[in-house]
């Protein structure tokens, strides 16, 4: 064969080489092309086609939502689904970084240096600037036409009353799959509320509470915890009658529109039916309502204080540490004897005590339909021991919740009958169907008699004794208390407290139970100094936002 042909030949077969390598080539980055579609996340290929657009993305199942109401029967969404954009800059499109970064971080509060970062990286077609953006403020950063700024949506979960109402509300948490409600009622009604089959799955929750009455509890906490350098507090407001909860708030709170931002978990316990403490002098009322139905005392039963009870080696003294010789049982509340509730707690069994106390609802959940509620712990009790019964006699010894001790007072204020609080008024259904929540009677604990004596001796507390509120037209009952917390390293007690402030008011026809709770306050000694002055503001404006007819001074 000549040299000719054989370099023809070599130069045919290097023609096929290259012909059939560039086909190789293109099935090659075909499949590639078909497995990047496979694999890049999607919200890539959503922006892709999404720069200014503001593309939303359907979801045809939708949880159910939560509104508040307020004595009008306005509802305001408490946990809506709504447009939750992120936001996203192409910075091949831009020219202007600095202006760019200042107008993004001025409406999504990121400091513009972090912005500016990702706007420098020339070679990105897409940088992530913000997400679960609302969509008033990704309307506002739309009107202004920034060239390279995009939008994405979807439907989410909005909570507008931020850190107001985390406790009651809770929050959606993303992480898992499918999406789980955490706390609060986000987490109590989370099977009807999600994205299930069946007709009873649920469209719309209605709730007692009264967002002026939810925002007044908070700001009065938020204000004295602040003021006395405190660690925390609870405020709960209770319709006697119902046990309809009209505000519930705690302090220090989050905000459940940023719940993956919290760096303690702790701060999403609702401490007020999560929480137990020793509240201390609030029971004094519960013993004397015992003693009251047993007709053991009346209120004008008297005994004379020493100052002291003696049990062994351990000493049982009064607040002030005084003696203050004879004094009737509407005294003992007057003035907060300890030794006066002894006396009470003495003249009864045992197994009397343990089952009123059982029947107040102490050691037992409420059954309020929020997650996490806690049992709060009465063992002391179990043993038959004289100085355990005679501690709990004024609060010590025994744990409670916020909730139980409000739902205790509050069935005092209702004649004597316990109910079971509750924070959802109605249900509508998907199917159309309307469940109505009817007050729910657990059991009479002491008769009306009984509430009315220990309700006058409550008023007289307020009026004669330390734990002085004042409204004017109005008759208010109501007991402070301040405990010592519990120092399991000495086995003893701290020098730190718990102030607390329970009452209700009018008196002699209640419509509200307020209960404040505060821990470890500094400065000041007294919950009658610090938190009586704020039950009163709270009361008073509840009284007057309700227009409840005043008082005729003549019970």
Same mark, same amino acid.
């Given at each position: 064969?000549?040299d000719?042909?054989i370099?023809?030949?070599?130069?045919?077969a290097?023609?096929r080489?290259?012909?059939?390598?560039v086909?190789f080539?293109?099935?090659?980055?075909a499949?590639?092309?078909k497995?990047a579609?496979v694999q890049?996340?999607?919200?890539?290929?959503?922006?892709?086609?999404a720069v200014?657009?503001?593309?939303?993305e359907?979801?045809? !199942?939708?949880?159910?939502e939560f @509104?508040l109401?307020?004595r009008?029967g306005t509802l305001t969404?408490?946990?809506?689904n709504?447009?939750? @954009?992120t936001?996203f800059v192409?910075?091949?499109m831009?020219?202007d970084e600095?202006?760019v970064?200042?107008?993004l971080?001025?409406?999504l509060?990121i400091?513009a240096?972090t912005?500016?970062a990702k706007?420098?990286?020339r070679?990105?077609?897409?940088?992530v600037?913000?997400?679960?953006?609302?969509?008033?403020?990704?309307?506002g950063?739309?009107?202004?036409?920034?060239?390279?700024?995009g @939008?994405?949506?979807?439907?989410?979960?909005?909570y507008p009353y931020?850190?107001a109402a985390?406790?009651?509300?809770?929050f959606l948490?993303?992480?898992?799959?499918?999406?789980?409600?955490?706390y609060g009622?986000?987490?109590w009604y989370?099977d009807?509320?999600?994205?299930v089959?069946?007709s009873r799955?649920?469209?719309?929750?209605?709730?007692s509470v009264?967002?002026?009455?939810?925002f007044?509890?908070?700001?009065a906490?938020?204000?004295v915890v602040?003021?006395?350098?405190a660690?925390g507090?609870s &405020?709960?407001?209770l319709e006697?009658?119902t046990?309809r909860?009209l505000?519930m708030?705690?302090?220090p709170?989050?905000?459940?529109?940023?719940y993956?931002e919290?760096a303690?978990?702790?701060v999403f316990?609702?401490?007020?039916v999560?929480s137990?403490?020793e509240?201390?002098?609030?029971?004094?009322?519960?013993?004397?309502?015992? &003693? !009251?139905?047993?007709k053991?005392?009346?209120?004008?039963?008297t005994?004379?204080d020493?100052?002291?009870?003696?049990?062994?080696?351990y000493?049982?003294?009064?607040?002030?540490?005084k003696?203050?010789?004879v004094?009737?049982?509407?005294?003992?509340l007057e003035?907060?004897l300890n030794t006066g509730?002894v006396?009470?707690e003495?003249q009864?069994?045992?197994d009397?005590?343990?089952a009123y106390?059982r029947? @107040?609802g102490?050691g037992?959940t409420t059954?309020i339909?929020?997650?996490?509620?806690?049992a709060?712990?009465?063992?002391n !009790?179990?043993k038959?021991?004289d100085l355990?019964?005679?501690?709990a006699?004024f609060?010590?010894g025994?744990?409670?919740?916020?909730?139980?001790l409000?739902?205790a007072?509050a069935?005092?204020a209702?004649?004597g009958t316990?109910?079971?609080p509750?924070v959802v008024?109605t249900?509508?259904?998907?199917? &159309?169907s309307?469940?109505?929540i009817?007050?729910?009677?657990v059991?009479?604990?002491i008769t009306?008699?009984?509430?009315?004596q220990l309700t006058?001796?409550m008023?007289?507390t307020?009026e004669?004794?330390?734990?002085t509120?004042?409204i004017?037209?109005?008759?208010?009952a109501g007991?402070?208390?301040?405990?010592?917390i519990?120092d399991?390293?000495?086995?003893?007690?701290s020098?730190?407290?718990?102030?607390?402030f329970?009452?209700?008011a009018?008196?002699y026809?209640?419509?509200?139970?307020?209960l404040?709770t505060?821990q470890?306050p500094?400065g000041?000694?007294?919950?009658s100094?610090?938190?009586?002055?704020?039950?009163?503001?709270?009361m008073?404006y509840?009284?007057?936002?309700?227009e409840?007819p005043?008082?005729?001074?003549?019970?």
């Amino acid at each position: 064969m000549s040299d000719a042909r054989i370099g023809q030949g070599k130069k045919h077969a290097s023609v096929r080489i290259n012909i059939l390598f560039v086909l190789f080539l293109c099935a090659a980055l075909a499949i590639a092309g078909k497995l990047a579609m496979v694999q890049i996340p999607e919200y890539v290929q959503r922006a892709a086609t999404a720069v200014g657009s503001g593309e939303r993305e359907e979801n045809p !199942l939708e949880r159910g939502e939560f @509104f508040l109401t307020d004595r009008h029967g306005t509802l305001t969404p408490l946990a809506a689904n709504t447009d939750l @954009f992120t936001i996203f800059v192409d910075p091949r499109m831009m020219s202007d970084e600095a202006t760019v970064a200042h107008a993004l971080a001025e409406a999504l509060h990121i400091p513009a240096d972090t912005i500016a970062a990702k706007i420098a990286k020339r070679d990105d077609p897409y940088e992530v600037i913000a997400t679960r953006v609302p969509e008033n403020v990704a309307d506002g950063i739309r009107a202004r036409n920034i060239s390279g700024v995009g @939008f994405t949506a979807e439907r989410g979960r909005s909570y507008p009353y931020r850190a107001a109402a985390a406790h009651l509300s809770g929050f959606l948490n993303l992480g898992f799959d499918p999406p789980r409600g955490q706390y609060g009622l986000e987490e109590w009604y989370n099977d009807a509320l999600g994205r299930v089959s069946g007709s009873r799955r649920v469209e719309q929750m209605v709730l007692s509470v009264d967002p002026d009455v939810q925002f007044v509890v908070t700001d009065a906490l938020t204000d004295v915890v602040a003021r006395f350098q405190a660690t925390g507090g609870s &405020g709960i407001v209770l319709e006697p009658a119902t046990g309809r909860v009209l505000g519930m708030a705690n302090v220090p709170s989050y905000d459940p529109n940023a719940y993956g931002e919290v760096a303690d978990i702790g701060v999403f316990r609702n401490a007020a039916v999560a929480s137990q403490y020793e509240l201390g002098s609030v029971f004094k009322p519960i013993t004397m309502a015992i &003693g !009251l139905n047993e007709k053991v005392i009346t209120p004008d039963t008297t005994y004379t204080d020493t100052g002291q009870v003696v049990f062994g080696s351990y000493v049982i003294s009064n607040f002030d540490g005084k003696a203050h010789g004879v004094n009737t049982m509407t005294q003992v509340l007057e003035h907060s004897l300890n030794t006066g509730v002894v006396f009470v707690e003495q003249q009864l069994a045992k197994d009397t005590i343990r089952a009123y106390i059982r029947n @107040f609802g102490f050691g037992a959940t409420t059954g309020i339909d929020l997650a996490g509620e806690v049992a709060g712990n009465t063992s002391n !009790l179990n043993k038959d021991k004289d100085l355990e019964f005679a501690n709990a006699s004024f609060g010590q010894g025994i744990a409670v919740t916020p909730l139980q001790l409000a739902t205790a007072i509050a069935a005092i204020a209702n004649g004597g009958t316990l109910m079971t609080p509750h924070v959802v008024d109605t249900i509508r259904y998907v199917d &159309g169907s309307v469940e109505v929540i009817t007050p729910h009677t657990v059991r009479r604990v002491i008769t009306p008699a009984t509430a009315r004596q220990l309700t006058q001796m409550m008023v007289s507390t307020v009026e004669q004794g330390y734990d002085t509120v004042t409204i004017k037209d109005y008759f208010v009952a109501g007991k402070t208390g301040t405990a010592q917390i519990p120092d399991p390293e000495r086995r003893g007690y701290s020098e730190d407290a718990i102030h607390s402030f329970v009452g209700f008011a009018p008196a002699y026809r209640p419509r509200f139970v307020v209960l404040l709770t505060m821990q470890r306050p500094q400065g000041i000694r007294f919950a009658s100094e610090s938190l009586a002055p704020v039950f009163s503001d709270v009361m008073s404006y509840l009284l007057t936002h309700y227009e409840v007819p005043p008082d005729i001074k003549n019970p």
